[in-house]
């Protein structure tokens, strides 16, 4: 017996898997504060910057952590998330003459509404607050327009985004108290927040229960009589997900609008409802098993939840790396779970330990896979705020920035995402993608000119501090002769301005430009 059990084993192994090695080529300390410097403020280094770390490497980390200080990074903080939570729609239930605003505020009101749980966020990073007060905080954020057109204690005389509380006796949840947070995730009277129940997994614990694949039993399919409400209640195909998805609804029945696209019915709370998630659905309110009281001790479960922290780190490490992270990742997010822990779930330290490491880094690969995105497109975020921030240029059409809306501009087309159809950005060149850079570029290159922001007669000198500020790598003499012999040849048949326009279009569209 025993030698016919040895006999069925099978052979030993003759040959291991080694385990493949990966080498990545890092960028040099100029390109490294480039790519830092667009993720973190949205702008280029400046010429100081790019000459300090060229003199001296080692000053890369000093130059990192003052970013993550510096009050541009809470409007990139928004921007990024919105890659993932999908808030900066162009169409809501409510608009602006709701509120008696005036048309020319229509993209301020669509953009506040939709940035507050978002700006909730942002700030408690950037403030380096626990990250677990984005479900437990009793404030939220507003800015002047919010402030008059919500209950909130917008302080008088302030200007931007700043800390307020809500005025109605809603519940310390965070972004789960927001009215963006809502407006954007609405429900139906059919629908009871099962809706809003499956956006609070994805976005808090990145359990996206609508990718997961539907079965229905044979039972079902013969019966087209069954009550629908019935069937989530006691079919197992249906139950799987419906245990977890009631319950949670159950939970947010203070924001469930009796009345469809009413702009008061939407901008309050109503306390006076909460009781009727049981009711209504027949179930506890609870997360997971274990039962809350309400919305605010909802905020809490989630915020102890282990997939509350993995999906922090996750969040944010995908962000950042430009892609989204899988099992090979799995000793990284193990490493930045322990930071978030040691750290009392603060982010900056994970956000230093991303952009520490050596992916974020690389310039390319050299063996290896090619799962990682060492060349970036500039996000059509990322390519406003650059040029604005160059110039001065603002690309607006009847006060709406074309860069970021679909009503009027080219935001999808730039590789971005509408919360609606295009949910996650484009990160290859399109031929899209191509065309809104050019425009941009040359419509930048023409502000440059007309504001005398750049001369009309440029220096070799001059030529080559540009190419330095925009591509944070010296020219080449090659280039400088290039550059010159091209000013000259345009300047002979269309004069000085349209010549230097003509060249700083075109250095600004270069892919060195508008890669990173």
């Known amino acids: 017996m025993i030698l016919w059990l040895l006999s069925c084993q099978g052979p030993e192994p003759t040959d291991s898997v080694e385990p493949v090695v990966e080498v990545l080529e890092p960028l040099d300390a100029p390109k490294l504060l480039r790519r830092l410097s667009i993720d973190l403020r949205g702008t280029l280094p400046t010429i100081e910057e790019l000459d300090a770390v060229e003199a001296d490497p080692t000053r890369i980390d000093a130059y990192r952590d003052e970013m993550l200080l510096d009050a541009r990074l809470e409007d990139r903080l928004v921007r990024l998330l919105n ?86 006796g809603r519940p310390a949840a965070g972004a ?54 019935e069937l989530i209640r006691t079919d197992p195909y249906c139950t799987a997900c419906h245990s977890t998805i009631e319950p949670v609804a159950a939970s947010l029945y203070g924001f469930f609008w009796t009345t469809q696209n009413s702009a008061a019915e939407m901008t309050y709370y109503h306390a006076e409802r909460e009781l009727l998630g049981e009711e209504e659905l027949g179930v506890t309110p609870s997360w997971f098993g274990t039962e809350v009281s309400g919305l605010e001790e909802l905020g809490a479960r989630i915020g102890e939840d282990p997939r509350f922290e993995q999906c922090a780190v996750d969040t944010w490490a995908s962000l950042l790396l430009r892609r989204d992270l899988t099992l090979d990742d799995w000793t990284l997010e193990k490493e930045l779970r322990v930071i978030y822990r040691d750290a009392e779930s603060r982010m900056h330290p994970v956000l230093t330990a991303i952009t520490d490491t050596p992916e974020y880094r690389a310039a390319a690969v050299v063996e290896g896979t090619d799962r990682h995105l060492t060349t970036r497109t500039l996000m059509p975020d990322q390519l ?66 007309e504001d005398d922001l750049f001369p009309s007669e440029p220096s070799a000198d001059d030529l080559a501090e540009l190419h330095w500020r925009l591509y944070a790598e010296r020219p080449t003499d090659a280039w400088v002769q290039d550059a010159t012999a091209l000013w000259d040849t345009v300047e002979a048949s269309e004069g000085s301005e349209e010549a230097t326009r003509a060249l700083l279009s075109g250095m600004l569209r270069s892919p060195r430009m508008v890669t990173y």
Not at 113 to 137: G, K, N, Q
Not at 400 to 407: E, G, R, S, V
């Open 384 to 449: 406003d705020s650059i040029l604005n921030d160059l110039g001065g240029f603002e690309w607006t059409y009847y006060n709406y920035p074309q860069l970021d809306n679909d009503t009027t501009g080219h935001r999808v087309l730039a590789g971005g995402v509408d919360g609606y159809y295009v949910a996650r950005p484009i990160h290859d060149p399109t031929l899209t993608w191509s065309l809104v850079v050019q425009r941009s570029a040359e419509l930048t290159a023409t502000a440059l000119v």
């Open 176 to 229: 789960l108290s927001s009215n963006g947070m809502w407006w954007v995730y609405y429900t139906t009277p059919f629908n009871q927040n099962r809706l809003r129940a499956s956006a609070v997994f994805r976005l808090f614990i990145c359990e996206d229960y609508l990718i997961r694949p539907i079965e229905v039993s044979a039972a079902t399919l013969v019966n087209s009589d069954i009550d629908p409400t």
């Open 83 to 168: 890659e993932r939570w999908n808030m900066r729609r162009d169409v809501y239930d409510a608009v602006w003459w709701d509120f008696g605003l005036e048309p020319e505020d229509e993209y301020e009101f669509e953009r506040s509404l939709a940035e507050e749980p978002m700006r909730l966020v942002a700030r408690v990073i950037a403030e380096d607050r626990p990250y677990t007060e984005i479900v437990t905080a009793d404030w939220t954020m507003a800015n002047p327009l919010l402030g008059d057109i919500w209950p909130v204690d917008y302080p008088e005389g302030e200007t931007g985004w700043q800390p307020v509380q809500w005025q109605d």
